[in-house]
C-alpha cells in the first residue's frame, strides 16, 4: 500500500470510520426500537447505507489502482497457451515486480522445455523414417526377385505387413508426441475428393490384393490440415483392412454443411465394449484407449481437433467409420483445451 | 527401358532401389552426393532422376534446382519431410513429383511410370477398355478401328480417364493430374471433356464418357 497519498489514507479511514459509526448506530436502534420505524430512523438507515457503499467506493478503486498489475498478471496467465511465447515483464510496487519476474523466469523454463522436446519428437521422427524405408523396400524389392523361394514369399509378407504396421505406430506415437507439445494444424483448403483419390492410390499401392472401392456422392472442400487429415484416414482404412473384410469402401459426401468421409467394411465388427471406449476414452493421452486401438484414437483426435468428430455404427458385417469434418471455414480448437496452440506464432511443428 | 539417375546417400536405400529398378527394366546409376550427380548428370543424361533432400554436401533442393536449370529431365524427389512446405519448396524448385519416406516400393515405380510417360522417354503399355484402346507410348487413340486425333491435354485426359475407367474421376483429381493443378474461374475439364467427347463419339456410337454432377466423370469400362 505505499502508493498510497496520506490524504488518500486520511479519506479512506474516515470513510470506513463514519460507515461503522453509522452501522453501529443502526443497530442499536434497531435493538432499542424493533417495533414499527420511525422516518427518522429510515433516513439514518438509508444514509448509513448510501455511505456505506460511497465508502466501499472510495477503498475499492485505491485498491483497484494499486492492484493493477497483479489484475494484469491473472488475466495474462489465464490466457496464457500451451507454449508461453509471451512474458509478463515487471510492473507495479517492488513485490509485484519480484513476483513477475519470477513468474517470467518459471515462463522461460517451460517454453526451453517444450522446445526441447519438440526438436526431439522431430530428430526421432526423422531418424525413424530412415531404417523403416529401406527394411520396407528391401522386403519390397525381394518380394519381386524371380528366383524368390517360394516358401518364403509368405514369410516375406508378414514381414512387410509387420513393418507397415510399426511405421504407422510410430507416425500415430509421433503425433500424439507433437499434439501433448500443443502443435497447431495447418489451415488449408482442401479438395477432399483429390486427397481421398491419392490416399485410395497409396493403398493400393501397399495392398495390391486389397478390394478398395471409392464412392463419391459429393465433392467437397474444406479447411482442413491435409496432412493430419490423411493420416486419420488411413488410419481408418487400416482399421478396415486389418480387422474387417472387404471390400472396403472409403466415402465421401456431405450432410447438410458439413463433409463426411466414410470407411465401411463387411467384418465382424466391433465389440460393443471396444466401441463404447473409442466413444468415451480422453484421447489420445489415455493409455487404455490403445486397447480400442491407437490409429483409431488417433483418428477421433484429429476429427475432433477439426472441430469435427468421428462416429461409429458397427454391427457384423456392416461397419462404418464415418469422420465429420465442418464444411464453413472456423477456427479449429482442440479436444482438449490446450493441446493445438491457438495462435500461428507457435507455428506448426512436423 | 529407360535410364534413371539414384541420387541417394544412404546405403541400404540406394541398393534397394538399385535392385528394384532394375527388375523393372531400368538401367540404373547411384550417386552418393549432390556433387557427384552434378558432375554425371552432363555425361549421362538421364531419362529420370530420384533425388533424396537430405544429402551430405549440396542440398536435394540446390541439386534439383541445378538440375531444373539447363534440363526437362523428370525429377522425383524422396524424403522423411512430409510437411506441406516441404513439398511446396520442392516442387517449386522443379520437382515433378514428391515421395514421402518410407513408400510402398510399387508405389513409387508406378510415379517412375507415370513422370516418364509425362516425360514423353517411356513406351508405357497400351491400355484398353471394352470400346478403346489408348496407346501413351504413340500417343493414340483408337475406337472400333477408327483413329481418334487427339491434342496432348485431350490426350492426357482421355488416358487418365481410361486408366481408372470405371470409376468416377473427380473434376479436381483431373485438374491436379492433367492441368497441374491450376484451377482457373472457367472450368477447363468441362470444355476439354466435351472436345473428347466429339472426337470420340462417332454417328450412332453411345457416349462413353458418364458425367457425374458436381464430382467428376467417368469411361465406360
Redesign the interface.
Given at each position: 500500500m505505499n502508493r498510497l497519498s496520506t490524504t488518500q489514507r486520511l479519506v479512506g479511514a474516515c470513510a470506513i470510520a463514519l460507515t461503522l459509526t453509522l452501522l453501529a448506530t443502526l443497530a442499536v436502534l434497531h435493538i432499542l426500537l424493533p417495533a414499527s420505524p420511525s422516518q427518522a430512523e429510515l433516513a439514518v438507515a438509508l444514509t448509513g447505507v448510501a455511505m456505506l457503499i460511497a465508502g466501499g467506493m472510495l477503498v475499492g478503486g485505491i485498491a483497484r489502482s494499486t492492484l493493477a498489475p497483479l489484475q494484469h498478471a491473472i488475466t495474462f496467465l489465464d490466457g496464457a497457451p500451451a507454449i508461453p511465447r509471451e512474458r509478463l515483464r515487471p510492473a507495479g510496487s517492488r513485490d509485484l515486480q519480484l513476483l513477475a519476474e519470477q513468474i517470467d523466469r518459471l515462463l522461460d523454463r517451460v517454453e526451453t522445455e517444450f522446445d526441447r522436446r519438440q526438436r526431439f519428437v522431430n530428430t526421432v521422427?526423422?531418424e525413424l523414417?530412415?531404417?523403416?524405408?529401406?527394411?520396407?523396400?528391401?522386403l519390397?524389392?525381394l518380394l519381386?526377385?524371380?528366383a524368390l523361394d517360394p516358401m518364403l514369399r509368405p514369410r516375406l509378407l508378414v514381414l512387410r505387413d509387420e513393418c507397415e504396421r510399426l511405421?504407422r505406430l510410430s507416425q500415430n506415437l509421433l503425433l500424439v508426441g507433437r499434439a501433448e507439445l500443443g502443435f497447431s494444424l495447418?489451415h488449408?483448403r482442401v479438395?477432399l475428393?483429390?486427397l481421398l483419390?491419392d490416399i485410395a492410390?497409396?493403398v493400393r499401392?501397399?495392398h495390391?490384393e486389397a478390394d478398395l472401392r471409392?464412392i463419391?456422392?459429393?465433392?467437397p472442400a474444406v479447411t482442413c490440415d491435409?496432412?493430419r487429415l490423411r493420416q486419420a484416414v488411413v488410419n481408418l482404412l487400416d482399421n478396415a483392412l486389418r480387422h474387417g473384410r472387404c471390400p472396403v469402401t472409403l466415402g465421401l459426401g456431405t450432410e447438410g454443411e458439413q463433409a463426411v468421409i466414410a470407411v465401411h467394411d463387411t467384418g465382424p465388427g466391433l465389440s460393443p465394449d471396444a466401441a463404447q471406449r473409442l466413444r468415451t476414452s480422453a484421447l489420445p493421452w489415455d493409455t487404455r484407449s490403445a486397447r480400442a486401438g491407437l490409429g483409431l484414437a488417433v483418428a477421433r483426435w484429429v476429427a475432433e481437433a477439426h472441430g469435427g468428430a468421428l462416429h461409429v455404427r458397427s454391427c457384423p458385417r456392416d461397419t462404418t467409420f464415418s469422420l465429420w469434418l465442418p464444411g464453413q471455414p472456423q477456427a479449429m480448437t482442440a479436444s482438449r483445451g490446450d493441446p493445438v496452440a491457438p495462435t500461428a506464432a507457435t507455428g506448426?511443428h512436423? | 527401358m529407360a535410364a534413371i539417375l539414384v541420387i541417394e546417400d544412404?546405403q541400404?536405400?540406394s541398393?534397394?532401389?538399385r535392385?528394384?529398378l532394375q527388375?523393372?527394366g531400368h538401367s540404373v546409376r547411384v550417386s552418393r552426393t549432390g556433387e557427384d550427380a552434378l558432375r554425371r548428370f552432363g555425361d549421362n543424361q538421364p531419362n529420370l532422376v530420384l533425388l533424396d533432400l537430405a544429402l551430405p554436401g549440396i542440398d536435394g533442393v540446390e541439386v534439383c534446382r541445378t538440375i531444373r536449370a539447363t534440363a526437362e529431365t523428370p525429377i522425383i524427389v524422396l524424403s522423411?519431410?512430409?510437411?506441406?512446405?516441404a513439398k511446396v519448396e520442392s516442387l517449386d524448385a522443379g520437382a515433378d513429383d514428391y515421395v514421402v519416406?518410407?513408400?510402398?516400393?510399387?508405389?513409387m515405380l508406378?510415379r517412375v511410370r507415370a513422370a516418364l510417360r509425362r516425360g514423353g522417354a517411356h513406351h508405357a503399355a497400351p491400355v484398353r477398355t471394352a470400346a478403346l484402346e489408348i496407346d501413351p507410348g504413340t500417343r493414340t487413340a483408337v475406337r472400333g478401328g477408327r483413329e481418334i486425333v487427339l491434342t496432348l491435354r485431350e490426350f492426357d485426359l482421355l488416358l487418365l480417364l481410361a486408366e481408372n475407367a470405371g470409376?468416377?474421376?473427380?473434376?479436381?483429381?483431373l485438374i491436379?493430374r492433367v492441368w497441374g493443378g491450376h484451377d482457373s474461374m472457367s472450368d477447363p475439364v468441362k470444355v476439354y471433356i466435351n472436345y473428347v467427347r466429339k472426337k470420340l463419339n462417332g454417328p450412332g456410337e453411345p457416349d462413353l464418357i458418364r458425367s457425374?454432377r458436381?464430382?467428376?466423370y467417368m469411361l465406360q469400362r
Open positions: 521422427s526423422h523414417r530412415t531404417p523403416l524405408t529401406a527394411i520396407t523396400g528391401t519390397d524389392v519381386l526377385e524371380p511405421t495447418d488449408r479438395e475428393a483429390s483419390w492410390e497409396q499401392a501397399s495390391p471409392l463419391f456422392d459429393a465433392a491435409p496432412d506448426r512436423l | 544412404e541400404a536405400t541398393e534397394f532401389l535392385r528394384g527388375l523393372a522423411g519431410r512430409d510437411s506441406v512446405e519416406k518410407p513408400f510402398a516400393f510399387s508405389e508406378a470409376r468416377i474421376v473427380p473434376r479436381t483429381v491436379d457425374v458436381g464430382v467428376g
